[in-house]
């Protein structure tokens, strides 16, 4: 039955109309809400506080003065990342942080109202607020300061915590709000309350007229809050195989993000370089007390051996003498550089045994000690610890990694401890061999005259205390030295710059372009959903998917008064369209004589009386004598449409109360008769079952040159496959919107696995109004040819320019 479709141009008309009608509606849904997010997109990006985002990098330098075993096998990059995962965890630490904002001055955080959006200001307010840091402050909490003019301002502040607005209660008892203080006062001013000390001072560098009887506020804020609020870092190398990191911040202050992020790298780099000094700088706190008693002793030997050479008039020693001072000087020297030594041998053995961590301990080199082994010892030892502290930074104490470094730093201790004795034990046999050296010169000295005795015992002391003093001013000269030239491992590649910083929220193109699919989105989500979910027939393919029988075509919606359409009103497009149906009938009989069309659906109110009526009212008009006949003997309509009496029809004919001829009536349409159904019988189906149907279509076509018959639906009762089997054609009406999808499903499936193949589907009710789809009403693709153009006047130009769009489509098709 294809070939009906491929002469069929009136429903291909109608089915590319009802395309376009659909497609307009739903672009109108899309354009609509597209415009409406594009709208809220505009006021969401004008009235949104903006963040912005400032980056600074800094060079994690590797350190390969320390590289273990593992590194020179190739682990080197492993132990690298470490290293990277570890200053990341001290930039992000709470102790860097917090330093960091006590260098900055953030304790005090000012804003204003600007439109819509607040705004924080940093070191460009009108106003500044010092606080008395010896008095306890509200913190916290907003404080509005309204300028009234250069002299005086009111203050209020909005309180939260019931505490707080119990004291203010207090405060103001002669006031009628208990949550908020307000006060004028002139600036400078001191303000005190039970929660705050402060005065407010105006900045004459940025203050001027605009502000006057503007709000400004401010909070006072603690290092706690500010530690957290600044705790938001973005820390990452910036690729996989670089040792440079990025840290990055985001927020609305540009300048202020710019002052910390500047403010903590200077942080992080000299607290890198305070703990490459640390051991430098103990060096010169250990020289420095030694320095101190070496400093009176020498000082009193020197005052007692002048004092000596004065009262006795003596200059210098005679040659024996001399011989042996100098011999006595160049020991007591050696003696002087071992003392010193074992004091720091003994101080280390105590520091070991007495203290968990190294701190406070010095180098051995530093105080001029060569021992390969020791100054490996402590250099490792060091090491051991700088990498238990970089941990920790990252885990905790029981991470194995740092209990495996505690045992190790245990084992170098017991090592140090050892090698220390060993030293000290050493150092004591030297002093101790010194001395016996010392006393045999001092034997020769009692040979010497009393005097010279006197002056060589005085001369010797001096000299060495002096020896020491020189020795220690060395070494504290050495150290100084060593801790000037000492810089960070680590380098500040790119400082936070304000130049640099870049807008993150929020990006206008990508909230028109979120907008915009959003707008899109929402729209066809429904329209996906109301398809989807409609269980309802809408279009032709909704019934092409279901079923195979011929599609007969479309009858649009009835706007007129009556159903006598094709009898009142000839010209009108729903006339063409029962004239069109005829047409495919004509094709389906294939040229069969006299025959019988069956009228019937699945469901109630699909329109079978209405179609049945104006079908028949056609093949009248085409001059051939036509007769409907009611079938539907359970709910009668045909005759309301023709206006006559239903006391007799085919109920009173089955019974015998009447005979055909009795029961034929005509009507206002020529060349057609009716036969109305009669009263409701108790036994429709009985009836229509009986011979007398058999006799009744013979008796019918032997005058009628085609029969139309109006039946029940066919899915409530049997009464329409009874008809079937006279019938040449059955048209199965489906209307638009109305008939469900599941039920004709069933009907249909059921006729196909019966073999009816007389079966046409025909679509009634089809809605072609402009005002659906928003364009008011109207057919008119006939260019005056229906009665419905000839009706319509002043149509629009986009009606018109429709209509041209509506051509070239179906001249392409």
Not at 751 to 772: A, H, P, T
Request: with cysteine.
């Amino acid at each position: 039955m294809e070939y009906l479709n491929d002469h069929n141009t009136k429903d291909e008309e109608i089915d590319l109309r009802l395309l376009l009608f659909k497609v307009l509606r739903y672009w109108y849904l899309l354009a609509l809400s597209t415009l409406i997010a594009l709208g809220v997109a505009f006021f969401f990006n004008k009235y949104t506080l903006p963040k912005y985002k400032v980056s600074t990098t800094i060079l994690i330098k590797e350190n390969y003065s320390d590289v273990d075993a593992q590194d020179l096998i190739g682990f080197r990059f492993i132990n690298n990342k470490k290293k990277i995962e570890n200053e990341i965890g001290i930039l992000n630490s709470y102790s860097l942080i917090s330093r960091t904002i006590q260098n900055l001055d953030f304790d005090i955080s000012y804003h204003y109202r600007d439109q819509y959006i607040e705004r924080e200001m940093y070191q460009n307010s009108p106003i500044i607020v010092f606080i008395d840091k010896d008095y306890p402050q509200l913190v916290r909490t907003k404080f509005n300061v309204r300028i009234i003019s250069d002299k005086r301002f009111e203050l209020q502040v909005q309180c939260e915590n019931p505490l707080t607005c119990n004291f203010f209660k207090y405060d103001l008892e002669q006031s009628d709000n208990n949550v908020d203080f307000s006060r004028i006062y002139n600036f400078g001013d001191t303000i005190s309350h039970p929660l705050f000390k402060i005065h407010i001072a105006l900045n004459n560098k940025y203050v001027s007229e605009a502000f006057y009887e503007r709000t400004i506020s401010f909070v006072l804020n603690d290092l706690d809050y500010l530690v957290g609020a600044y705790n938001n870092l973005k820390i990452e190398p910036i690729n996989r195989e670089a040792s440079i990191i990025s840290i990055t911040m985001e927020g609305s202050n540009v300048k202020k993000m710019v002052a910390f992020l500047n403010s903590l790298t200077d942080e992080y780099l000299n607290r890198e370089l305070e703990k490459k000094n640390e051991i430098t700088r103990n060096t010169i706190e250990f020289i420095s007390d030694e320095l101190l008693g070496v400093s009176d002793s020498l000082a009193i030997t020197e005052r007692n051996l002048e004092n000596f050479k004065s009262m006795n008039q003596v200059m210098n020693l005679n040659y024996q003498a001399q011989h042996i001072f100098e011999a006595m000087k160049t020991l007591e020297n050696e003696k002087a550089v071992l003392l010193v030594k074992s004091k720091y041998y003994k101080n280390l053995k105590k520091y070991l045994v007495e203290k968990e961590s190294i701190e406070d301990i010095a180098v051995p080199s530093s105080i001029g000690i060569e021992d390969p082994l020791l100054n490996s010892l402590i250099k490792e030892l060091i090491i051991l610890y700088a990498r238990r502290t970089e941990l920790l930074y990252s885990s905790t104490k029981k991470n194995p990694l740092v209990l495996k470094l505690d045992q190790q730093i245990l084992n170098i201790k017991s090592s140090l401890l050892e090698n220390v004795n060993s030293i000290i034990k050493t150092s004591d046999i030297s002093v101790s061999e010194i001395d016996k050296r010392l006393n045999r010169l001092s034997r020769q000295i009692d040979h010497l005259p009393g005097t010279h005795r006197k002056l060589f015992r005085l001369e010797r002391q001096f000299k060495l205390n002096d020896a020491i003093y020189t020795f220690l001013l060395q070494k504290l000269s050495e150290a100084r030295i060593t801790m000037a030239s000492n810089r960070p491992d680590n380098e500040l590649i790119d400082p936070a710059r304000i130049t640099q910083s870049e807008k993150v929220f929020p990006k206008k193109k990508m909230s028109y372009m979120v907008a915009f699919f959003i707008g899109m989105l929402i729209p066809l989500a429904y329209i996906f959903s109301k398809e989807y979910f409609n269980n309802r027939i809408v279009e032709k393919q909704d019934i092409l998917n279901i079923s195979k029988l011929p599609f007969l075509g479309y009858i649009t919606h009835n706007h007129s008064h009556t159903d006598l359409v094709v009898e009142q009103n000839p010209k009108s497009l729903i006339s063409e369209l029962f004239r069109s149906v005829r047409t495919n009938i004509h094709y389906m009989v294939k040229g069969k004589f006299k025959p019988v069309i069956m009228v019937t659906s699945n469901i109630v109110g699909a329109g079978k009386t209405f179609i049945s009526i104006n079908l028949a009212s056609a093949f009248a008009q085409y001059g051939k004598n036509t007769v409907l006949v009611g079938f539907d003997l359970r709910k009668p309509g045909i005759y309301k449409s023709f206006k006559l009496p239903n006391a007799i029809g085919l109920s009173t004919y089955y019974i015998g109360k009447s005979s055909l001829k009795e029961i034929i009536q005509k009507t206002s349409v020529s060349n057609l008769d009716v036969i109305l159904a009669g009263p409701i019988p108790p036994n429709p189906s009985e009836l229509i079952a009986s011979e007398k149907t058999k006799e009744l279509f013979d008796e019918l076509q032997k005058t009628y040159e085609y029969i139309v018959i109006d039946t029940p639906p066919v899915g409530l009762v049997t009464d329409a496959f009874l008809l079937n089997e006279y019938a040449d054609v059955s048209l199965f009406l489906i209307r638009q919107n109305y008939s469900r999808k599941k039920p004709f499903e069933l009907i249909i499936k059921d006729i196909e696995q019966k073999q009816i193949n007389n079966f046409g589907i025909l679509m009634n009710d089809v809605k072609l109004r402009w005002k659906e789809y928003g364009y008011g009403y109207g057919y008119g693709y006939g260019k005056g040819y229906y009665t419905e153009d000839k009706n319509l006047k002043g149509i629009s130009r986009i009606k018109k320019s429709f209509n041209a769009i509506l051509n070239k489509i179906k001249a392409n098709v």
